[in-house]
């Protein structure tokens, strides 16, 4: 397993705010595992059994899109 940190830029600014408990559990939809946020700040930390940080990358990526 590898740990991962993600820093999401803008993800609560301007109003548009994304509850804790909604941001774990998209990255729990991932496949990712022991999920943890930290505060409202977008940094995500977890992990993964991937080695390719660039897939991870874009997979997180996508699913933003996609919300």
Known sequence: MTLVVAFLR???VGGHIVKKER???VFEALGFR???TFKQSG???FE?????MEKVRARIEESSRRR
């Not at 993964?48 to 390719?52: G, I, L, M, Q």
């Open 48 to 52: 993964t059994e991937a080695k390719d």
């Open 34 to 36: 022991d999920v943890m």
């Open 43 to 45: 940094n995500v930390i």
């Open 10 to 12: 803008g993800i609560n």
């Open 23 to 25: 941001l774990q559990g």
